[in-house]
């Protein structure tokens, strides 16, 4: 398998409530919510950087599409994460996560490997790691 992925799709419980969190609180581009015409099928894409993506759908129509059954989501069974590059903006983006309504569930702080990173949840309960990691600075 050629690693191809372009598009990273999260349940969502509410995706106006989403939709403003990651549009309007964490600035992430987007041309607003499609597919409301189709029964299971309103949806929101934002751009993330070159041919990647995040999509929020609802829970309840992921839960359709996929044929698996509505469950608890536990948020630790995968993060996001977001590498910035310097300390200062995982402080800056943990706060705009947090003034735009996130859960900081760990601070920004040093890390055993030499890093800087600390998480938050989104309304949904996603975990979103903000990492400075000095071996892997994005290239921008």
Excluded: C
Excluded at 47 to 52: F, G, I, M, S
Excluded at 54 to 59: T, V
Excluded at 110 to 125: I, S
């Amino acid at each position: 398998m050629k690693p191809r992925i372009t598009v990273i799709t999260i349940g969502v419980d509410d995706l106006e409530r989403s939709l403003r969190f990651y549009r309007d609180g964490l600035g992430l581009a987007t041309e607003g919510i499609f597919g409301k015409e189709f029964e299971h099928g309103a949806v929101a894409f934002f751009d993330l950087q070159a041919e990647l993506k995040l999509a929020i759908w609802p829970r309840k129509s992921l839960s359709r599409d996929s044929g698996i059954p509505l469950s608890s989501p536990s948020p630790t069974e995968f993060t996001l994460g977001h590498n910035v590059l310097s300390k200062t903006e995982v402080d800056a983006v943990m706060e705009q996560a947090k003034n735009a309504g996130a859960v900081i569930v760990k601070p920004a702080q040093e890390t055993f490997w030499g890093g800087y990173a600390g998480y938050f949840q989104d309304p949904d309960n996603h975990l979103w790691e903000i990492v400075w990691n000095p071996q892997l600075l994005p290239q921008d």
